[in-house]
């Protein structure tokens, strides 16, 4: 299956998406995590991207979609994926179309995962991720590690996200809103869109994102 997973910032689109890929046997293609472990190497698209991300801007799309689609040639997406956080605006949306128009593939279904802005900003405001790697992500309410500050899975130490900072959640919120929100309608057009909400405990939600996709893709 080849998947697009929209929705607000800290709607749960990664933790979703760790799940989903799993059971779909599918990789998870986050665009998020791949400038966060280009930053954490000190590459130069790293560099590039991080002032954009710490003030919660978009990083721009010459960047972006030049990774995006050397992620989507790598031999493990082949046959389907999950993408998570590309793409963000119409720009980004058309540059994927025609990536798959030119492999002569196309997109089974696009995931909106709906949530209230004051959950949003809670689950933001509480989540801690891991040194080592961006998608192993906690919360210190709803997620908590076995110990405090550690990742379960690694080891490694949990910090929180410089862009969780609320005024830079309240610019990210305002560019969802308006450069990510109209691709729904974009895909809409194309009759792609399965819309669940994300409240509820994930696994719930995982459920209902996978009833969605088959009923829906
Ligand atoms: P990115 O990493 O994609 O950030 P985002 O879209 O803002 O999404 P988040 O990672 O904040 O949230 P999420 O929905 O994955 O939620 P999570 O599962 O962690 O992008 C970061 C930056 O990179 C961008 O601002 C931009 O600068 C740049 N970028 C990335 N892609 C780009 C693109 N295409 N173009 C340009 N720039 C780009 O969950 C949040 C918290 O809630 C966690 O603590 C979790 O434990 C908790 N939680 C999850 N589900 C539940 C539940 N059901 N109940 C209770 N708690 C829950
Ligand atoms: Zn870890």
Do not use: W
């Amino acid at each position: 299956m080849r998947i697009v997973l929209v929705g607000p910032p800290g709607a749960g689109k990664g933790t979703q998406a760790a799940f989903l890929a799993k059971n779909l046997s599918i990789p998870h293609i986050s665009t998020g995590d791949l400038f966060r472990a280009n930053i954490n190497r000190g590459t130069d698209l790293g560099k590039r991207a991080k002032a954009y991300m710490d003030a919660g801007d978009l990083v721009p799309d010459e960047v972006t979609i030049g990774m995006a689609e050397d992620r989507l040639d790598r031999p493990d997406a082949s046959e389907g994926f999950l993408l998570d956080g590309f793409p963000r605006n119409e720009h980004q949306a058309r540059a994927l179309d025609a990536y798959l128009a030119r492999h002569e593939i196309a997109l089974d279904g696009v995931l909106d995962l709906e949530v209230p802005e004051d959950e949003v900003v809670k689950r933001i405001a509480g989540r801690r991720i891991c040194r080592n790697d961006s998608a192993h992500v906690f919360h210190v309410e709803y997620k908590q590690p076995k110990t405090e500050g550690v990742c379960d899975e690694c080891g490694g130490e949990l910090y929180r996200r410089d862009d969780d900072a609320p005024d830079k959640v309240r610019n990210r919120l305002e560019i969802y809103h308006r450069e990510t929100e109209p691709i729904i309608d974009y895909y809409k057009k194309q009759g792609l869109v399965v819309t669940i909400s994300a409240l509820g405990p994930v696994a719930e939600v995982t459920g209902r994102a996978m009833a969605a996709l088959h009923a829906g893709a």
